[in-house]
């Protein structure tokens, strides 16, 4: 049994929103937000974008899943793409469906008329890597935060970045999620005139959340011990995935790189831990399980929790983390 964890932050987090308050909850909970004053349930008491965001890979590529939860989402803004006939591909993308997808026709086209929507509309990465966005002013705002470092479009299959990008959908989408961390902090450092020395003050701005390394931070699986076999596995995890990170990255910005990687993973692993403990979850039900199911039974149903279950209750995940390195 190892001793529970006392997450650990510093000064120099954001300001919080009106109403409300950052202090220290009961450990290991680390700091948190509390409302000034008591409030119903799903009261809202602030907004803002989050800074990076994520779909779980779980449910956005083809793949052989027993339960249908392929969503296409954007990739800067996690919005729904606005195309009925996008998401049926994405839905019934294997090829055991391509005969069921040709018979439709141009049903798909129609039912995102008569469902309200105008046109359908989704913008492409200008480079080729299959990203997809809601808008061009998403796809535009992505590539400029974090996507021109981390496009895949132009590489090889050798290519380091590429091979990052393997290992993470192997083994955890928060390594992409760190990814566009590292790719943002270059990008806003070289912006502001580059060199090792804004970077560190960068770092140490983000580390005022919550953190530790990920080995102490994950969860172990259900029914395990963190056992040194387990802490062995993680180091290697992590270990390999900084590895290609720095080398997909380095030639863009040495300087930077050097700075991020000044303690060989540490820093990359302390973002991942970062991500455990300040990660949000969101799932949002989709809004094509409604015309699937007005199509099957001439009732629309609006609730998620109607549509979680059924079998056309597709539900978008999304990995969601707010911070301060906003400006
Ligand atoms: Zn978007
Ligand atoms: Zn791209």
């Known amino acids: 049994m190892t001793a529970p964890v006392v997450p650990q932050g510093g000064p120099g987090g954001p300001p919080a929103p009106a109403?409300?308050?950052?202090?220290?909850?009961?450990?290991?909970?680390?700091?948190?937000?509390?409302a000034l004053a008591s409030c119903n349930a799903y009261t809202e008491l602030f907004s803002e974008e989050p800074l990076f965001a994520l779909q779980h890979s779980g449910n956005r590529r083809v793949v052989l899943v027993k339960r249908v939860h392929l969503v296409a989402a954007c990739a800067?803004?996690?919005?729904?793409?606005?195309s009925i006939p996008l998401q049926l591909e994405v839905i019934f993308g294997e090829g055991r469906f391509a005969s069921l997808l040709a018979e439709l026709g141009d049903l798909p086209k129609q039912w995102q008329e008569s469902a309200g929507g105008g046109q359908a509309f989704v913008a492409r990465c200008t480079q080729g890597c299959g990203e997809m966005y809601c808008s061009e002013?998403?796809?535009?705002?992505?590539?400029?935060?974090?996507?021109?470092?981390?496009?895949?479009?132009?590489l090889?299959?050798?290519?380091?970045?590429v091979r990052?990008?393997?290992?993470?959908?192997?083994?955890?989408?928060?390594?992409?999620?760190?990814?566009?961390v590292f790719a943002f902090l270059i990008n806003r450092v070289k912006a502001s005139g580059g060199g090792a020395e804004a970077m560190h003050r960068m770092m140490q701005e983000l580390m005022c959340f919550c953190h530790a390394p990920f080995r102490d931070a994950c969860r172990a699986p259900p029914g395990r011990a963190k056992d040194a076999e387990f802490y062995a596995h993680t180091d290697q995890l992590v270990n390999e995935a900084a590895a290609l990170l720095k080398a997909a990255l380095e030639p863009h910005a040495p300087a930077e790189v050097s700075a991020l990687f000044q303690a060989g993973?540490?820093?990359?692993?302390?973002?991942?831990?970062?991500?455990?403990?300040?990660?949000?979850?969101?799932?949002?039900?989709?809004?094509?399980?409604?015309?699937?199911?007005?199509?099957?039974s001439g009732s629309v149903i609006s609730t998620p929790h109607e549509t979680n279950d059924s079998w056309c209750g597709l539900v978008l995940r999304t990995?969601?983390?707010h911070t301060v390195v906003s400006q």
Do not use: M, W
């Not at 002013?137 to 132009?154: I, K």
């Not at 090889?156 to 970045?161: G, K, R, S, T």
């Open 19 to 34: 109403g409300c308050e950052v202090r220290a909850a009961l450990p290991p909970k680390g700091f948190g937000l509390f």
């Open 319 to 321: 990995s969601v983390f």
């Open 76 to 82: 800067r803004c996690c919005g729904f793409i606005h």
């Open 137 to 154: 002013a998403c796809r535009d705002a992505h590539f400029q935060q974090c996507h021109n470092l981390l496009c895949v479009g132009p």
């Open 156 to 161: 090889q299959a050798e290519d380091p970045l």
């Open 164 to 180: 990052f990008k393997h290992h993470a959908l192997e083994h955890a989408d928060t390594l992409l999620l760190a990814a566009q």
């Open 265 to 296: 993973p540490a820093f990359f692993s302390e973002v991942l831990g970062l991500f455990e403990y300040n990660n949000i979850d969101l799932e949002v039900s989709s809004p094509v399980g409604n015309v699937l199911l007005q199509r099957v």
